[in-house]
């Protein structure tokens, strides 16, 4: 299984050491990079994905939750915070765990295995060299096998995606970053936080969109790049 790439949000020095240390001696984390304020985070996060965040409440500039509540399709959080009067806001927002300053290894360990553990491992493919030309998703209480070739967009509903072919529209409960793990990259591309799109469905395009089956998706400011580069 790929690591689990992490960023941390936190101002006090220390605590990102202690963060930094901890994150170290975990071996299926990485860490991508530390911020000191949620505005510099918000600037990475334009052009980068994570799996997890570790986010501190008191920030200057743009507090925790104030930063969190703008997320349109978060990855994993977990707090870090000195104060615990903020845990059922922060579960609320669907937070993995919650940890109180000054934080032990023991339960650091506890929060990032139960990221973990909640991670979509992909099938072993050693059995066959041929690739897959579908997926299987949980759509309400069914797996349902989407062919690749009939999907023209997929959208993030918050905790949700909405995966968009011709025929129908299938909700299911997983993010964006997990279903682009999915995909074929020769075949699809994220142009947007909320939107993956199928090369092969793209009817026309500008700077600022693209038209899929007469369908117009914004393309993000940090993502323009990617149809150029095709």
Known sequence: MSKIKCIIIEDEPLATKVLSDYISQVPFLELQASFKDAILATDYLRHHTTDLIFLDIHLPKLKGIAFLKTLGDPPAVIITSAYHQYAVEGFNLNVTDYLLKP?????????????????????????????????????????????????????????YIKVVTPKNEYISKMSTHEIEELLPTHLFKRIHRSYIISINQIDSYTAEMVEVKGVSIPIGRGYRDVLENL
């Open 103 to 159: 934080i032990e290894f023991e339960r650091f360990l506890m929060a990032v295995t139960k990221v973990k553990s909640t991670q979509m491992v992909r099938p072993a493919s050693h059995e066959s060299e041929v690739p897959k030309d579908f997926i299987f998703l949980n759509v309400q209480k069914k797996k349902v096998k989407i062919v690749f070739a009939e999907i023209l967009f997929i959208e993030s509903q918050r905790e």
